[in-house]
């Protein structure tokens, strides 16, 4: 059964797509600040190579770009937007890489894990990030969101 379209609500800003992307923009921002400083001291010190920060970042990348997939998204036509539910797998993932980097780091002779654990945290994040943006705009383009609505206002997805 469902609710006729003049009774229902516009979904939360929180949920919808535009604050959602910033959210993570944000996250992605503070945890790269301190990955690539901690990253850029192991690298000056000779701990690490940037050949191996970038052989790990890249298939990283690629990854969350194709994980893009996992996100729930639902497009609400009549408000003209598209809403995120929480994507388990990501958070689970995520959250297991980072344990992995805190215990890593903790030991004197994993250092180098803790890097490339840091290498691929922020090729996932960027690689989801750039994902969900691609696909938003596709589905944006589908249902005929106009750059037009959003300029004006009407669609702050």
């Not at 609500?9 to 910033?22: E, G, N, T, V």
């Not at 920060?53 to 997939?69: D, E, H, I, Q, Y």
Request: with cysteine; charged share 15%.
């Amino acid at each position: 059964m469902s609710i006729p379209i003049d009774k229902q609500k516009p979904p939360p800003f929180m949920k919808q797509s535009r604050a959602k992307i910033w959210i993570r923009t944000v996250i992605l921002f503070i945890f790269g600040t301190i990955f690539i400083i901690a990253l850029y001291q192991d690298i000056k010190s000779g701990i690490f190579h940037i050949t191996w920060a970038l052989l790990v970042f890249f298939p990283s990348t690629v990854t969350g770009f194709l994980m893009r997939g996992f996100v729930p998204m639902h497009v609400h036509q009549a408000y003209r937007r598209i809403t995120f539910s929480f994507d388990h797998i990501y958070f689970t993932l995520i959250l297991l890489l980072v344990i992995a980097k805190v215990f890593t780091g903790q030991v004197p002779g994993l250092t180098i894990w803790t890097d490339i654990i840091m290498c691929v945290i922020l090729g996932l994040m960027s690689g989801r990030l750039s994902g969900i943006c691609l696909r938003v705009r596709d589905l944006k383009t589908r249902h005929f969101f106009s750059l037009d609505d959003q300029n004006n206002g009407k669609n702050e997805s």
